[in-house]
C-alpha cells in the first residue's frame, strides 16, 4: 500500500465507540433478569462497579472501571410481605455469567445455580412440595 | 462503589462550581473478552443542568413518540452533556469532580442495532 492511499484510508474516530454502548439506569436497571433457559431469576437492583474507589482521585490514563456485578434482593419475602428488603439482604450475580443485554438481561447459567433463587427453592422443595398435589402440575 | 451511590451525586468542575447532577452512568461492551460478554467498561457520566433523575431518556435518543412526553423530557433535560471517564479526577459521597478542561460532549445514545 503506497502514501497516497493510506491518506486517503478514513481514520477511526478514537471517541466512536467500541462495543455496544448502553446508559446504566435506562438500559439495565430494573430490567429483568432470565437464566440460560428464559427462566426468570430476579430483576436488577442496582450494579457493582469495579475500580471506583470513594475519594481517591483518578490519575489520568487509568483503566477505566469495569462493571462487576448484579446486585439484587431475595423476591419471595417482597412478593408475599410487599414492602422492600434492606440493602444488607442482597444478592451478588458476577456480571461473567450475564451473556446478554437488551430487553432483559440474560444470563448464560441455570437460575438453580444461583444464590439469588434459593429462597424460592427453599419454601419450593419444604413448604409447597409437601402440600398434597405441591409436586405437580395442576390437573 | 455501586450504581446507586453515583446517581443524584453533585457534578462539580475542579473548582467547586456545580454543573448539574449525575442522571446516568454510560457503558461499552467492549472490554477484554470473556466466556459469554465482553467486559462492561465505564466510559462516562451523564450529568443534566436541571434534574438529578431521568426517567425514560428521551433526551438522549431520536425517539419522538409520545410527542408531548418526548418534548417535556427534553426540555426538562435540555443541556445534558456527557463527561468521558477520562475527564472524571474524583468520586466522592454525593460528589463526582471533573478535571480542569474537562470537555462537555453530546449525549446522544448511537443507533440501536437492529435485531
Known amino acids: 500500500m503506497n502514501d497516497e492511499a493510506v491518506h486517503r484510508m478514513p481514520r477511526r474516530d478514537p471517541q466512536a465507540p467500541r462495543g455496544r454502548v448502553l446508559d446504566a439506569q435506562l438500559h439495565v436497571l430494573d430490567r429483568q433478569v432470565l437464566d440460560r433457559d428464559g427462566m426468570p431469576v430476579t430483576t436488577v437492583d442496582d450494579l457493582e462497579f469495579d475500580g471506583i474507589q470513594l475519594g481517591v482521585r483518578i490519575e489520568p490514563g487509568s483503566p477505566a472501571p469495569t462493571v462487576a456485578a448484579i446486585l439484587t434482593r431475595p423476591q419471595l419475602p417482597m412478593r408475599i410481605f410487599g414492602g422492600d428488603s434492606p440493602a444488607s439482604r442482597r444478592v451478588r450475580i458476577p456480571w461473567k455469567l450475564v451473556s446478554g443485554v437488551g430487553t432483559t438481561v440474560r444470563l448464560g447459567v441455570a437460575g438453580e445455580s444461583l444464590d439469588a433463587t434459593w429462597v424460592e427453592r427453599w419454601v419450593s422443595r419444604h413448604i409447597i412440595g409437601r402440600i398434597p398435589g405441591g409436586r405437580h402440575d395442576p390437573e | ?115
Open chain 2, 1 to 115: 462503589m455501586i450504581l446507586s451511590d453515583l446517581l443524584g451525586s453533585d457534578a462539580l468542575e475542579a473548582d467547586g462550581r456545580r454543573v448539574g447532577g449525575v442522571v446516568d452512568v454510560r457503558l461499552e461492551i467492549s472490554g477484554a473478552p470473556a466466556q459469554l460478554l465482553a467486559a462492561t467498561v465505564v466510559t462516562g457520566v451523564l450529568v443534566s443542568p436541571r434534574s438529578r433523575v431521568s426517567t425514560w431518556g428521551y433526551e438522549r435518543r431520536e425517539e419522538t413518540a409520545p410527542l408531548l412526553i418526548a418534548r417535556l423530557q427534553r426540555w426538562l433535560h435540555r443541556g445534558m452533556f456527557l463527561v468521558a471517564w477520562d475527564d472524571v479526577e474524583l468520586v466522592d459521597e454525593h460528589r463526582v469532580v471533573f478535571r480542569d478542561g474537562y470537555e462537555q460532549r453530546d449525549p446522544m445514545l448511537p443507533p440501536a442495532p437492529r435485531t
